[in-house]
């Protein structure tokens, strides 16, 4: 992908790793469409972008609004943007385990994670074909690939979206339609104190998962250069990585440590 003079569409830009990514592009002279619930601090990214010379939209969104998600992309689109890129970063994660979590639960983490991508990758796909074709990344995870304690509905969500871009890509790659699956594993961010408990609430915690991962800016730049390379799957962090070889190639080591890890 060459990014130059494109214009690009980011969700959960407002923070992590959906902002880094975007002042990371913003470095190579594009046109930015930002979007998160947060407007407060979406405005603080793109000021923040706008101050290196890079020309920003911001586009407040709810990924749990379908109905917002289809209007905002008909408005973008009939404002004469030419999207090249759809790179979603918007999710929720969850501490909870399946025993305790009551089915509204799974459903919001579902919204979120799978479903407002899906709306908006749906609501952007004939435009991007019209134009000659481009690139989508969804965010999954380590345990989009595998299941893990605490992370029932998140992991399922994560999973779902492995099945939802490759099928997409499959249907589309002959319109020049590139999707690429980014895989984080430990990222520093504010994912895990978002995270909705058993009750519904924040879980509050930067866990040290987190604590322990890879900056926001490291992944950042491991991302655009696999966008770059179109590469299928973007693995984004440490040590941790390992898991999907040890689920790959040695599954029964897996399923002893899945049962023994220390979920947080
Ligand atoms: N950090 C990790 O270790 C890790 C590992 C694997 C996968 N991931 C995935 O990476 C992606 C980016 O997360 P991150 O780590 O950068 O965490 P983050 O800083 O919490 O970013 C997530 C962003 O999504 C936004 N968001 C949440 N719910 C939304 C909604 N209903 N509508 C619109 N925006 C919404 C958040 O907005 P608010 O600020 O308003 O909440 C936030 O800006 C997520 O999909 C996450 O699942 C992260």
């Known amino acids: ?24 592009l913003a470095k190579q002279n594009v046109k930015l469409i930002l979007s998160d619930r947060d407007l407060v601090g ?18 407040q969104l709810d990924m749990m609004d ?8 008909k408005k973008v689109i009939s404002d004469g943007e030419k999207i090249a890129g759809l790179y ?3 999710g929720i994660s969850q501490r909870s385990l399946v025993s305790e979590t009551p089915i509204d639960n799974d459903r919001r983490i579902m919204e979120v994670n799978f479903f407002g991508a899906v709306a908006l990758a749906k609501a952007i796909l004939p435009h991007i074909i019209e134009n000659g074709g481009g690139q989508f990344a969804g965010t999954s995870s380590l345990v989009g690939k595998f299941g893990f304690p605490y992370r029932s509905a998140y992991s399922s969500s994560k999973h779902a979206l492995h ?20 895989i ?14 058993k009750e519904g609430k924040e879980h509050g915690e930067m866990d040290p998962g987190q604590t322990n991962g890879i900056t926001a800016e490291k992944a950042a730049k491991l991302i655009i ?35 023994r890890i220390k979920p947080m």
């Open 42 to 59: 979406l405005e603080k990214v793109a000021l923040e972008i706008e101050t290196m010379g890079s020309t920003v939209r911001i586009e």
């Open 66 to 73: 379908t109905p917002s998600i289809f209007t905002t992309a």
């Open 88 to 90: 979603q970063f918007a």
């Open 1 to 24: 992908m060459i990014f130059t003079g494109k214009t690009f569409w980011i969700t959960g830009a407002a923070s992590g790793m959906g902002r880094t990514v975007a002042i990371e």
């Open 163 to 182: 099945g939802f871009f490759e099928s997409l890509l499959a249907e589309n790659a002959k319109f020049n339609i590139k999707v690429s699956m980014l």
């Open 225 to 259: 250069r696999g966008l770059k390379k179109e590469k299928k799957e973007i693995w984004v962090g440490g040590s941790e990585m390992l898991m999907l070889h040890i689920r790959r190639f040695i599954p029964r080591l897996y399923y002893y440590m899945a049962r």
């Open 184 to 197: 984080p594993g430990r990222v520093q961010t504010n994912i895990s104190r978002f995270a909705i408990t």
